[in-house]
Nanobody
C-alpha cells in the first residue's frame, strides 16, 4: 500500500481545512488508518485513527470536537476535516495504515503502522 496525503496549506486561526489521503495498491479493508502530526522540533504525535472493519474512530484529546476523521474505503480515501484550527495545530500531517487492523489503544501508537504517506504541511497563523 502506498499512501499520499494532500490538502495542507496556510490558514488563519479559526479556519478549516480538509486533509485527504489516497491509498494505492491493496484495498484498505480491515486495515486501521491513522493521522499523525509532527510539529517543528517535536515528536510525532497521534491525531486520530479509524478502523475500516468496525468504523470506530478515536481522537487525541487536543482535537476532540474540532477534527473529524472519515474514510471512503471503496475509493481508498481517508479524510481529516479540521475545524477551528489553532496555531498549535501547525505541523506536518501524516496518514498511515496498518495491515493487521490494530485496535485501540495500540492504534494510537505510530510504531504499529506499516505504511506512511509523505506528509502534508498545515500552517495556522494567529
Amino acid at each position: 500500500v502506498q499512501l499520499q496525503a494532500f490538502g495542507g496549506g496556510l490558514v488563519q486561526a479559526g479556519a478549516s481545512l480538509r486533509l485527504s489521503c489516497v491509498a494505492s495498491g491493496r484495498p484498505l479493508w480491515r486495515y486501521s488508518v491513522g493521522w499523525f502530526r509532527q510539529a517543528p522540533g517535536k515528536e510525532r504525535e497521534f491525531v486520530s485513527t479509524l478502523s475500516t472493519s468496525g468504523g470506530s474512530v478515536y481522537y487525541a484529546d487536543f482535537v476532540k470536537g474540532r477534527f473529524t476523521m472519515s474514510a471512503d474505503i471503496a475509493r481508498k480515501l481517508v479524510y481529516l476535516q479540521m475545524n477551528s484550527l489553532k496555531p498549535e495545530d501547525t505541523a506536518v500531517y501524516y496518514c498511515a495504515a496498518d495491515r493487521d487492523g490494530v485496535i485501540w489503544p495500540r492504534s494510537g501508537k505510530s510504531s504499529e503502522y506499516d505504511y506512511w504517506g509523505q506528509g502534508t504541511l498545515v500552517t495556522v497563523s494567529s
